[in-house]
């Protein structure tokens, strides 16, 4: 039951998110599935690894998702890719980076700051590595 609720708070997530970035109305609903697919595969594999390993793979099936989408929909891959990414970006992580830099409390402030460096950088590495391997698919299927 908690996958389920899992999956359909990531769904609304992503389609608040879409109609946030002005996404085409025919398409909010589709980026909602992209979104709760990566959130899933997120929650079902951070049991057994560490939170930036998890969103690395939960950002390939995201970009894996989001180019399929954006082939089958017809539409910029971009559209799908920024919503399904919000519920994924380390927001509490740079909360508390800002909250321990207030309290003086430098430790704790470089480790969330890193925690946050790491995540971000796992995702924008997902969407490159998925966008290098179909570059390379297309280029030898020339």
Do not use: W
């Not at 049991?47 to 954006?70: D, E």
């Not at 321990?100 to 590595?129: P, R, W």
């Amino acid at each position: 039951m908690t996958l389920l609720l899992q999956g359909i708070a990531a769904y609304v997530i992503t389609v608040t998110a879409a109609m946030l970035v002005e996404a085409p109305k025919s398409l909010i609903f589709k980026t909602g599935f992209c979104g709760a697919i990566g959130y899933i595969v997120y929650y079902l594999i951070l049991p057994y690894m560490n939170s930036i390993s998890a969103t690395l793979v939960a950002c390939i099936v995201i970009s894996m998702t989001g180019q399929l989408f954006a082939r089958l929909f017809k539409a910029p891959v971009t559209i799908f890719y920024i919503p399904s990414f919000f519920t994924l970006v380390p927001g509490a992580a740079i909360y508390r980076t800002a909250f321990y830099l207030i309290q003086g409390d430098s430790e704790k402030m470089g480790y969330h700051f890193i925690q946050t460096l790491l995540i971000a950088g796992a995702i924008a590495l997902s969407v490159f590595i998925v966008d290098s391997f179909i570059e390379i698919y297309h280029h030898f299927k020339r």
